[in-house]
């Protein structure tokens, strides 16, 4: 909607920790086998409690002259996660995730990366993933230009959470590229509103 005083207002809806649900059917005019296969064990399905602190490593390159919104992406754990004594995660569980934010800001020396889990999978067993990033380790970084501020201790890389379940950091350049092995630490949040949540944003 554009006013006639020259402001403009859009609506942006977006939709995050959906789920596909998929199936397949194949028909076969030959004779049944003598022996059927075994059939699969069954996943546990499990629930997440909030509060696991999670160190994980990105194993997908991210190049922002390729990528954009919506690329999937592959993750790792790199630790063993215990809740009340209990192994909650273990490490080598493999965590689905996508790119849910590639912005450049107006001024094309910046970049805001957003990256979203979903989902992440263990031998027998898999839960959805939903949390905030908390740190990413510079030292894995290498020379990618993470922007960074002073907390009058240290240097952190500067992290925003702003859309849910999104973990967002900014670079700085003209043109990126993460290459894999970049570690970050996440921590699990409260379930999601729903199979599917809904954020409204309005720009102006």
């Known amino acids: 909607m554009i006013y006639f ?3 403009a207002l859009r609506n942006l809806i977006e939709f995050s920790q959906c789920r596909a649900y998929r199936t397949e059917s194949t028909i076969s005019f030959e004779p049944p086998p003598e022996s059927l296969p075994a059939p699969k064990a069954p996943v546990r399905e499990v629930n997440l409690p909030a509060g696991l602190v999670v160190p994980v490593e990105l194993e997908t ?3 922002s002259k390729t990528a954009s919104v919506g690329d999937a992406l592959r993750a790792r754990v790199l630790q063993d996660v215990r809740y009340n004594g209990d192994t909650a995660l273990p490490a080598g569980a493999v965590i689905a995730a996508h790119i849910r934010k590639l912005d450049r800001r107006a001024s094309a020396s910046q970049f805001d990366v957003g990256i979203e889990f979903s989902e992440v999978e263990w031998p027998g067993s898999r839960a959805k993933f939903y949390g905030e990033l908390l740190e990413i380790d510079s030292r894995s970084a290498g020379k990618l230009p993470l922007l960074t501020y002073f907390d009058g201790q240290r240097t952190k890389v500067a992290i925003t959470n702003d859309l849910p379940g999104v973990g967002v950091f900014h670079l700085s350049g003209a043109r990126f590229r993460i290459p894999p092995g970049l570690h970050m630490v996440w921590r699990t949040l409260g ?11 309005q720009f102006r």
């Open 5 to 7: 005083s020259g402001a």
């Open 61 to 63: 390159a991210i190049d």
């Open 191 to 201: 379930a999601a509103s729903g199979p599917g949540s809904a954020t409204a944003l």
